[in-house]
């Protein structure tokens, strides 16, 4: 089997730019035009009226606006610019594009979000084309675009100075080559160059490297490599040596370290560390960080609105059981000894967890993981999963995000309840129509005999997405506050799973693709 041009790919007669059945190009171009023209209004709507700020909106502006002015990743204190690790330089650099060539206006800097979120729209098309069977790509493609302009989830992350937008756009592209390397790989790994210049392994290798600039965004972006990496090797299990699979990864892996490089060598040379991603608790060099406290939060913390006051309130407010939900203590007397400690720490006048406390939040932490296990490793970390992925996306918007008590919610505002409610109703609409296309892509596989199972890239392009979701859940259950946005990132691949049930089902899907 020889590579194939990225036309091929997508079916070079189901092209988007192609006539559809019955239709041509002109009906086809509106739709498109009319999914965009509806997707920019939406992200015009949230700029334009709902611009919001976050809590490290600020710090990634000053990093922003002191790359573009002094050429260095630093922070101001005690009036002098301070080098810095504590956040990735990608969405800095980002910024500092943004304020060169338009200033230091917040405006234009979520306009270039919005238009930059439009973009991944049509990059989610093109993974849901990528994933749909023959004969139904093209309805794939506007299915996905569709569904990506009106989703609400990452649109109205264009209208807040964060990580989201640029995070989204990089990984729907990582996505997008993983799965086209994916389609054609054959049993020599033969590499002639197809008619526009591209080698399959190039596919996978410019998505190894999109997940470097990817992690240059958000720290944790090395999951999606690994977990490519893991699905490759299952698709290439039975079909390629030992040897060349280990090269393959190899290979993979150097793709992704080149843009990460210059980033090691200015903390080496800036920092005199080796350092390719965040620390990861964000800590100054010398700075404490409360583990035991921490490990005493996973012990009980699942609903996103206790993170703030527990693991944020640290150093910013005093803290009190009386905050704390009734999971988070087995006895009085347990209750009593948090109380005693959170005392002491309301009595330090830089409001600090210090060692000794700390010590005592771990062995608080050890004593209720060793009574109920199964509620620190299993029940809590499931609790966190359903919260980032099924909280109210209302976070950025003017509202409270509160449905309960429905009554006295209601009678307060109308419309919170609504947009709360609607909200919601997207969250579980949207994994819904996932879990559906899964189910298709399943069925697909159990009617295909195991030789014939090789050539289904959809089953593999499905496997891909579905692996990186569960992998980056079960990372985002372990950090110390399960934030909601942590999963905007994973919308254009919940949708363009979604868009297969819109391309016309899977009835074509048991004849090979390749």
Request: charged fraction near 15%.
């Amino acid at each position: 089997m020889t590579v194939q041009p990225i036309a091929q790919h997508l079916g070079r007669s189901e092209s988007p730019i192609i006539p559809a059945p019955g239709g041509g190009v002109t009906a086809l171009s509106a739709q498109m035009f009319l999914a965009m023209l509806v997707g920019l209004a939406l992200r015009l709507l949230f700029v334009f009226q709902f611009p919001s700020t976050a809590g490290d909106s600020d710090l990634y502006l000053q990093l922003g606006r002191n790359l573009a002015d002094h050429h260095a990743f630093a922070f101001w204190s005690s009036g002098q610019l301070v080098p810095t690790d504590l956040r990735m330089p990608g969405y800095p650099a980002f910024l500092a594009g943004a304020t060169t060539l338009f200033g230091r206006s917040l405006r234009p800097i979520l306009l270039s979000q919005a238009l930059l979120d439009l973009t991944t729209c049509v990059l989610t098309a093109g993974l849901a084309a990528t994933l749909a069977p023959a004969g139904t790509r093209r309805r794939g493609w506007l299915a996905g675009l569709w569904l990506a302009a009106t989703c609400p989830f990452v649109a109205n992350y264009s209208a807040v100075v964060l990580t989201e937008v640029l995070v989204t756009f990089y990984t729907t592209a990582a996505l997008i080559c993983f799965i086209l390397g994916m389609k054609e790989i054959s049993n020599d790994l033969a590499r002639p160059h197809d008619a526009r210049g591209i080698t399959l392994p190039s596919y996978a290798l410019l998505g190894a490297f999109l997940s470097g600039v990817a992690t240059l965004v958000r720290p944790e972006m090395p999951l999606l490599l690994a977990v490519a990496i893991a699905v490759y090797a299952a698709r290439w299990h039975g079909v390629l040596r030992r040897r060349k699979m280990a090269l393959g990864a190899l290979a993979l892996v150097g793709a992704f370290l080149v843009p990460l490089m210059p980033w090691a060598a200015r903390n080496f040379l800036t920092l005199r560390e080796v350092q390719l991603i965040t620390p990861r608790y964000a800590t100054m060099p010398g700075e404490y960080a409360p583990l035991g406290y921490y490990a005493w939060t996973k012990t009980w913390l699942e609903r996103y609105r206790d993170v703030y006051t527990s693991v944020w309130a640290i150093g910013e407010e005093p803290m009190s059981t009386d905050d704390c939900p009734p999971l988070a203590f087995d006895s009085p007397q347990e209750k009593a000894r948090v109380a005693a400690l959170f005392e002491h720490y309301n009595e330090d006048s830089n409001l600090d967890i210090s060692p000794e406390m700390d010590r005592e939040f771990a062995e608080i932490a050890a004593e209720r993981t060793k009574r109920h296990p199964l509620r620190t490793y299993v029940t809590v970390p499931f609790q966190r999963a359903l919260t980032i992925w099924f909280t109210p996306r209302t976070e950025l918007l003017p509202i409270d995000g509160k449905l309960w008590p429905l009554r006295d919610q209601w009678q307060d505002s109308h419309a919170d309840v609504l947009v709360t409610a609607g909200f919601g109703a997207l969250g579980y609409l949207y994994i819904a129509l996932a879990i559906a296309g899964i189910g298709f892509a399943w069925r697909a596989r159990n009617g295909k005999a195991v030789s014939a199972l090789r050539d289904a890239p959809n089953f593999w392009g499905v496997s891909l997405l579905v692996a990186y979701l569960v992998v980056r859940t079960i990372f985002l259950t372990t950090v110390e506050a399960p934030e909601p946005r942590y999963v905007v990132s994973c919308y254009p691949a919940i949708l363009a799973v979604a868009a297969l049930l819109f391309a016309g089902g899977w009835r074509h899907s048991s004849r090979s693709e390749s």
